[in-house]
């Protein structure tokens, strides 16, 4: 074998190895791309069922928030009407309790007109004055008005007619005398005032 065939065997020899070396080396390059794909195809189906499990998430939340709106709004309708009817009851058991007084308030006021003018008793009225007065102010206070009557044009949600009468001095449907005294509590009427109207004839009215 001649000096150039050596040299030639050698080259050869060289290159195949180097071939061989990098062969192996994209081989293995190869196979790093392939499990690193197969890493990433991994991670994007988990991305994808961790992003539908956000979205059921998130649906579910929508759903508890608009479930705690209802309940809240619900809540909110219940304490006003139970705070309406609280009200509604504790102005009945006024209306109850005023209307016990309303008695006592009409036998003072009578015992008053009996006794007045009367110099020997001048003192027991002064008390019972006193007492009346203080009775009426209680009342007062928890909102009780007395209806006006006398002078007034007769209205049926106020009064009450047991009377009527036929006086040219008063025009048609006035109340010309009361007698008996009527009651509000806060524009709710307790008991209507007893009146006295004058009610003319046709023939008079017409004049």
Do not use: C, W
């Amino acid at each position: 074998m001649g000096l150039d065939e050596s040299k030639e065997k050698k080259r050869r020899t060289s290159y195949k190895k180097k071939y061989l070396d990098f062969r192996d080396k994209f081989q293995g390059k190869e196979k790093q791309l392939l499990k690193i794909q197969k890493e990433l195809s991994s991670f994007r189906k988990e991305f994808k069922e961790q992003q539908k499990e956000l979205e059921s998430i998130d649906k579910e939340a929508d759903q508890y928030l608009d479930y705690l709106k209802r309940l809240k709004a619900e809540f909110d309708n219940y304490k006003k009407r139970n705070l309406k009817e609280q009200g509604r009851k504790i102005t009945l058991f006024s209306e109850d309790l005023i209307k016990q007084f309303l008695s006592i308030v009409d036998d003072l006021e009578r015992a008053l007109d009996m006794v007045k003018g009367k110099e020997d008793i001048t003192n027991f009225v002064q008390g019972v004055e006193i007492i009346f007065n203080q009775l009426k102010n209680t009342l007062e206070k928890q909102g009780l008005e007395q209806i006006r009557a006398k002078g007034e044009p007769f209205d049926p949600y106020l009064h009450e007619a047991i009377m009527k009468v036929e006086l040219d001095e008063y025009p048609d449907n006035i109340i010309v005398e009361e007698m008996r005294k009527g009651y509000k509590l806060k524009d709710r009427v307790l008991r209507p005032t007893m009146v006295k109207v004058n009610k003319r004839s046709d023939k008079d009215s017409k004049r």
